[in-house]
């Protein structure tokens, strides 16, 4: 059981209040909060060695060569892959799903197939790839998924759904794309902050994730890929430190991961990132999972019997890890968010959380989401149960 008094601590954030009340913030699955280690990692590169990387022989250069690589080295040890050379530095996931959406070769007619709860940022990619067909099948259906995945060049899916917390089982899909000649391509954004990952011993082919989703920056996310696959593609970015050499009518392309991380890189993020998957190693990603279920079964319990309330996703908590998507009869799912901002600084999401096919398939205008993570205590899920049966009898 994880110390969450003591973890507080480290998040500077709660040190803060709004018009004289704490804040209670339950919106993880959009952004976490960052702890003060990855704050001053951040604020080291600025103050300490605030130079360019990869292309400074001088001291300071070397120091940010030598902070980007301990951090590579640190997700690689994260996510258990082989080598370094299979971590790419993006922006965020949606890029990473892009690089491989424009870099990978597929051929003309080539079927990509993706699941009914994608994020825009794992369905607009192959949405407008004029290339390709585009195939969905149903969240969780294995055996949907058996009967879709033939004749499939690339599988992308969700992990874990930011729409309602529940998982693909991946493992098994995996086995049963790779049975069938499919690659796959996994979207960890919000599987990664909270579970262990391991991409050798699931056999994915690509994965995607964000630091800010797992308490490190914004600005930061990561393309994992098998180091062969990741040697055949094609640069998504070209430009400084892409190439080896050039000249005015040809180049040479840098090796993996370098040919992929095209101009100054946001080397602050980078580092950060590296705290914040030591960070999440030390606390222990199993005990952070646990304690999510915890926090969900009491604001579950708390709230079954409230009239028109209704659970997004299954009613089991440890279906859903620390998301609570619900909608309330008679109301707007904004006006739910707002009531809990401004009477008790409760921070939730309201919307279609990125998910607007979902929504619009089941026609429905979105969810209010409550999403939990390693800083969030018993005693504001008590409060939120309080404050959601507050607002409920409005209606």
């Known amino acids: 059981m994880i110390n969450v008094d003591k973890i507080r601590k480290d998040f500077p954030v709660y040190d803060r209040e709004i018009k004289g009340k704490p804040i209670v913030y339950m919106d993880s699955a959009c952004v976490s909060m960052k702890p003060r280690q990855v704050i001053g990692a951040i604020n080291r590169y600025y ?7 990869g292309r400074s022989i001088h001291k300071l250069g070397k120091q940010v060569d030598e902070e980007v690589e301990k951090s590579r080295k640190e997700v690689k040890n994260f996510f258990n892959a ?3 050379k299979e971590i790419i530095f993006t922006r965020n996931t949606t890029e990473a799903i892009n690089l491989i959406a424009k870099s990978f070769k597929f051929d003309k007619n080539d079927v990509m197939l993706t699941s009914d709860k994608e994020h825009n940022s794992n369905l607009l990619p192959w949405q407008v790839n004029d290339k390709i067909e585009h195939r969905i099948f149903r969240f969780g259906d294995v055996e949907d998924f058996k009967e879709k995945v033939k004749g499939v060049r690339m599988v992308s899916m969700v992990h874990t759904s930011n729409l309602d917390g529940t998982s693909n089982p991946v493992e098994g899909m995996i086995k049963i794309a790779h049975e069938n000649g499919a690659l796959v391509m996994l979207d960890a954004a919000q599987s990664a902050p909270h579970k262990e990952v391991d991409v050798r011993d699931i056999d994915v082919d690509f994965l995607a994730c964000s630091g800010h989703k797992m308490l490190g920056p914004s600005g930061i996310g990561v393309l994992y890929g098998k180091l062969g696959l990741l040697e055949g593609l094609n640069p998504f970015l070209v430009g400084g430190d892409t ?8 180049h040479e392309l840098e090796d993996v991961p370098e040919r992929f991380e095209a101009g100054l890189q946001n080397y602050a993020g980078i580092i950060g990132l590296g705290e914040a998957v030591k960070y999440l190693k030390k606390v222990g990603l199993s005990e952070i999972h646990e304690h999510e279920v915890m926090l969900n079964k009491i604001i579950t319990e708390g709230l079954k019997d409230v009239k028109g309330l209704k659970i997004i996703g299954p009613e089991e908590p440890d279906k859903r890890g620390g ?19 401004e009477s008790s600084n409760i921070m939730i999401r309201s919307g279609a959380h990125c998910v607007h096919s979902w929504f619009n398939a089941n026609k429905m205008d979105g969810s209010a989401r409550a999403s939990l993570y ?17 607002i409920a009898k409005f209606v």
């Not at 103050?47 to 990387?53: I, V």
């Not at 190439?243 to 040809?250: G, I, L, N, P, R």
């Not at 390693?374 to 507050?390: A, D, G, I, L």
Request: hydrophobic share 30%.
């Open 47 to 53: 103050n300490e060695f605030p130079a360019c990387g």
């Open 243 to 250: 190439v080896k050499e050039t000249t005015y009518s040809s």
């Open 82 to 84: 082989k080598s370094e």
């Open 323 to 341: 998301v609570f998507s619900f909608n309330i009869e008679g109301m707007n799912p904004h006006n739910i968010a707002t009531m809990l901002s």
């Open 374 to 390: 390693v800083y969030n205590t018993k005693e504001e899920c008590e409060e939120f149960v309080e404050k959601v049966k507050e």
